[in-house]
């Protein structure tokens, strides 16, 4: 005789059932183990198991029973049923069959499953880790482990990895990526959803298989080679998570065992009508373990630096997109959603208490209060919020002819009056480039010198500004048509005129970030930030300083005009000598190279006051941006 549940009892899923298993995927699912029989010995197989507590009856089916199905019981003291099937090993494909309480039966993958079919297919597989990490990787976690993000420069460069080079696998991502983003000076990049989705057209943002890498690409042990690689040439990764919501694919977690179960049964509470899926029962206990388990999976068993976090502001609002009688207020009578945020502060304070140097990031749309404060601060915990507000008022900037940006000048700077109420990421991501939004490159007027020059003045306008950057792929080559899932970037530009200049001067951004700590180190502190001229809107000019804590000073100087300024004045904080260290108007960038400061700038005392600024005068390209760095 044997454990016919293989090795798993009552008292293994309390923490499931209390809300308090952080590592769910180990208990759950389906998992090689061996089991002793005392006539045969030690024997090899699966166990299955699975949460359906209001089944009937529950079947595992697949290849070793020829998909007829074979019955599983209940755990004793919960509602997860198990079996243990003999010599059902790696790389099996398996469904549950479920009996609903009416006596109809329904065919369901594994919510645990680690690696499912290539869609259309969608059976789950049984699946073990064979992976084994490099020493480099330890040292890797080790210095991450160390570091602090907030004072360290963020650069981000967001991908489809279907899309990026067409055709790829994990593998051969692992072969060319890294490379590609170290020459780019980027410092991370985020990956939209990996996590299986069977319509391509949801960017992965449907996730039927939270525990499984997309089978399109290759193996779970694959993608662990890509972070691997990514990780050996300095990038950091981060994964997109998607807890708000779910498909209502009849197949996968919805309904699961015939009743609302991962979902409200209350359709006011339980499903997002704009993207028509189901919400998660944030409150339930199992939810919650469900939950918090997958997003520690990726960072523990993936390595993942950092989680960003997709539609927040859907889970912190009742009446998220939903009109009058169509939500249900919380206990107090209010709108925001408890239950979601008592998960979300649940999340964040664990990830970052459990793995040292992870980010969690927040795509967060509202004013909600208190994103990026520690949860013992009575905040929501996150480490960084994406600051959508500055991105929705600097494209409505450029999309404006020259003529008019004057009237809206303070679309540029408004950001600052809320600039350190949060830990903030600068977004240009896919949202902004699909659905007849345009490019980047086609977000501005007029012809293409003015769209280069004006989109050059503009990215270093953002490297700049107090925030991390993150950029779609792309638009760091100025790609001219919108992002699609199906096709590959437009590559066979990326070589011509004002595309590889818009290529080096991104790398030259990213150099020049990583070689002058003021230009990040203080991002979130308002100590890193002075105004030079906020006000200049009859020239559409900008001009700040940044500064770190050992006194590096950069000025920076951004015209969004089509008129140059031969003899443009700024004011800077000190007298002296500074330095042009970069000029988007350079003909290394495809730009007119008429107007540069290749002599160092001299600025002069107004006064003796200590606190009295030095004024100076430079040449000011039209629709460019230039440094200039303090030399004493």
């Given at each position: 005789m044997h454990d016919k549940f293989g090795n798993l009892a009552g008292w293994d899923l309390e923490g499931f059932h209390s809300g308090g298993d952080t590592e769910a995927w180990r208990r759950l699912g389906s998992h090689v183990v061996t089991v002793h029989d005392s006539e045969r010995g030690d024997l090899r197989g699966t166990r299955f198991a699975v949460w359906a507590p209001n089944a009937q009856r529950v079947q595992v089916m697949g290849e070793f029973n020829w998909w007829q199905g074979d019955?599983?019981?209940?755990?004793?003291?919960?509602?997860?049923?198990?079996?243990?099937?003999?010599?059902?090993?790696?790389?099996?494909?398996?469904?549950?069959?479920?009996?609903?309480?009416?006596?109809?039966?329904?065919?369901?993958?594994?919510?645990?499953?680690?690696f499912a079919?290539?869609?259309?297919?969608?059976?789950?597989?049984?699946?073990?880790?064979?992976?084994?990490?490099?020493?480099?990787?330890?040292?890797?976690?080790?210095?991450?482990?160390?570091?602090?993000?907030?004072?360290?420069?963020?650069?981000?460069?967001?991908?489809?990895?279907?899309?990026?080079?067409?055709?790829?696998?994990?593998?051969?991502?692992a072969e060319q990526l890294p490379e590609y983003l170290k020459w780019?000076?980027?410092?991370?990049?985020?990956?939209?959803?990996?996590?299986?989705?069977?319509?391509?057209?949801?960017?992965?943002y449907q996730v039927t298989g939270y525990f499984a890498p997309d089978a399109r690409l290759g193996s779970p042990d694959d993608f662990r080679h890509l972070v691997e690689a990514l990780h050996a040439e300095g990038i950091g990764v981060i994964l997109d998570w998607v807890p708000g919501h779910f498909p209502?694919?009849?197949?996968?977690?919805?309904?699961?065992d015939?009743?609302?179960?991962?979902?409200?049964?209350?359709?006011?509470?339980?499903?997002?009508?704009?993207?028509?899926?189901?919400?998660?029962?944030?409150?339930?206990?199992?939810?919650?373990?469900?939950?918090?388990?997958?997003?520690?999976?990726?960072?523990?068993?993936?390595?993942?630096?950092?989680?960003?976090?997709?539609?927040?502001?859907?889970?912190?609002?009742?009446?998220?997109?939903?009109?009058?009688?169509?939500?249900i207020p919380n206990q107090y009578g209010g709108r925001e959603n408890l239950e979601a945020i008592d998960l979300l502060r649940y999340v964040n304070k664990h990830l970052y208490e459990r793995v040292p140097g992870v980010v969690i990031i927040a795509e967060e749309?509202?004013?909600?209060g208190g994103i990026t404060k520690p949860v013992h601060w009575g905040g929501l915990?996150?480490?960084?919020?994406?600051?959508?507000?500055?991105?929705?008022?600097?494209?409505?900037?450029?999309?404006?002819?020259?003529?008019?940006?004057?009237?809206?000048?303070?679309?540029?700077?408004?950001?600052?009056?809320?600039?350190?109420?949060?830990?903030?990421?600068?977004?240009?991501?896919?949202?902004?480039?699909?659905?007849?939004?345009?490019?980047?490159?086609?977000?501005?007027?007029?012809?293409?010198?003015?769209?280069?020059?004006?989109?050059?003045?503009?990215?270093?306008?953002?490297?700049?500004?107090?925030?991390?950057q993150l950029l779609f792929m792309g638009q760091e080559f100025a790609q001219r048509s919108e992002w699609h899932e199906d096709q590959s970037l437009e590559w066979w530009v990326d070589s011509l005129w004002g595309h590889d200049g818009m290529r080096h001067l991104v790398r030259r951004l990213n150099e020049l970030q990583a070689e002058h700590p003021a230009l990040y180190q203080l991002d979130c502190s308002p100590e890193g930030f002075r105004w030079m001229n906020a006000d200049d809107a009859g020239h559409n000019a900008y001009s700040f300083v940044r500064a770190d804590r050992d006194g590096e000073l950069i000025a920076c100087i951004t015209n969004f005009s089509p008129d140059p300024y031969p003899h443009y004045?700024?004011?800077?904080?000190?007298?002296?000598?500074?330095?042009?260290?970069?000029?988007?108007?350079?003909?290394?960038?495809?730009?007119?190279?008429?107007?540069?400061?290749?002599?160092?700038?001299?600025?002069?005392?107004?006064?003796?006051?200590?606190?009295?600024?030095?004024w100076a005068t430079i040449s000011l390209p039209p629709m460019s941006a230039i440094w200039l760095r303090y030399q004493g």
């Open positions: 019955d599983m019981e209940l755990v004793p003291g919960s509602g997860v049923w198990a079996v243990w099937k003999e010599d059902v090993l790696e790389g099996t494909q398996y469904k549950y069959k479920i009996q609903h309480q009416d006596g109809s039966w329904q065919e369901k993958v594994d919510p645990f499953a680690r079919d290539v869609p259309p297919g969608n059976a789950s597989i049984v699946w073990e880790s064979k992976y084994e990490w490099g020493a480099s990787e330890q040292e890797w976690l080790d210095r991450r482990a160390q570091t602090n993000v907030y004072e360290s420069q963020m650069s981000v460069y967001e991908m489809h990895l279907g899309s990026w080079r067409k055709g790829l696998t994990y593998l051969e991502l780019q000076g980027y410092t991370h990049v985020e990956f939209m959803p990996v996590m299986s989705h069977p319509f391509e057209g949801s960017w992965g209502k694919d009849d197949w996968a977690l919805g309904r699961f015939g009743t609302a179960l991962f979902e409200h049964a209350d359709p006011r509470q339980g499903e997002q009508q704009d993207w028509g899926t189901y919400v998660f029962n944030f409150g339930r206990n199992e939810v919650k373990s469900f939950l918090v388990s997958n997003a520690l999976y990726w960072v523990h068993q993936f390595h993942a630096d950092a989680l960003r976090v997709d539609a927040v502001a859907s889970m912190l609002y009742l009446d998220y997109s939903r009109e009058e009688g169509q939500w749309s509202t004013s909600f915990g996150f480490g960084f919020k994406w600051n959508m507000g500055w991105m929705n008022d600097s494209l409505r900037y450029l999309n404006l002819d020259p003529v008019y940006r004057q009237y809206h000048h303070n679309d540029m700077t408004f950001a600052m009056v809320y600039a350190y109420s949060e830990n903030f990421i600068l977004p240009i991501s896919h949202d902004e480039v699909v659905h007849g939004k345009g490019s980047m490159l086609n977000k501005i007027p007029q012809d293409d010198y003015r769209k280069f020059s004006t989109l050059r003045a503009f990215y270093a306008f953002m490297w700049s500004f107090p925030g991390k004045p700024i004011s800077v904080p000190k007298a002296g000598t500074w330095q042009e260290i970069l000029n988007t108007d350079s003909p290394e960038f495809n730009g007119g190279g008429m107007f540069d400061n290749s002599e160092p700038i001299v600025a002069t005392e107004i006064s003796s006051d200590e606190d009295s600024w030095a």
